[in-house]
Nanobody
Framework: VQLQASGGGLVQRGGSLRLSCVAS????????MSWYRQFPGKQRDLVAV???????DAADSVKGRFTISRDNAENTMYLQMNDLKPEDTAVYYC??????????????WGQGTQVTVSS
C-alpha cells in the first residue's frame, strides 16, 4: 500500500489549504481514512476521519473549519482546511485502515506534508 499526501505549504492566518492523499496498491477493503497531525515533540493526533460509508468525525479544535471528504472511485481523500490558525502548524499525515479479513485490520501511513500558518 502506498499513500501519497500533498497540498501542504505556507499560508497566512485565515487562509485555506486543501490536502490530498492518494492510496494505491490496495488489495483489501478500505475500512476508513483519516488525517493526523503532529506538532514538534508531540505524538500524532487525529484530525478527522471518514468511514467507508462516508460518515465523518473531527477533532473539536478543527470542527467548523476543516472538512474531510473522499473519492472512493479514485481512492483519494481530501482535507479542506479553512480559516487556518498558527496553531494548526504541524506535519499532516494520512492514514488508511484496510480490512484484509474479518479479524485482520491494518493501518498504513503516508509521508507527512508540512502545513505552516503564519501570523
Amino acid at each position: 500500500v502506498q499513500l501519497q499526501a500533498s497540498g501542504g505549504g505556507l499560508v497566512q492566518r485565515g487562509g485555506s489549504l486543501r490536502l490530498s492523499c492518494v492510496a494505491s496498491g490496495i488489495t483489501g477493503r478500505i475500512y476508513d481514512m483519516s488525517w493526523y497531525r503532529q506538532f514538534p515533540g508531540k505524538q500524532r493526533d487525529l484530525v478527522a476521519v471518514i468511514s467507508s460509508g462516508g460518515s465523518t468525525d473531527a477533532a473539536d479544535s478543527v470542527k467548523g473549519r476543516f472538512t474531510i471528504s473522499r473519492d472512493n472511485a479514485e481512492n483519494t481523500m481530501y482535507l479542506q482546511m479553512n480559516d487556518l490558525k498558527p496553531e494548526d502548524t504541524a506535519v499532516y499525515y494520512c492514514n488508511v485502515r484496510i480490512q484484509y479479513s474479518n479479524s485482520d485490520y491494518r493501518a498504513h501511513w503516508g509521508q507527512g506534508t508540512q502545513v505552516t500558518v503564519s501570523s
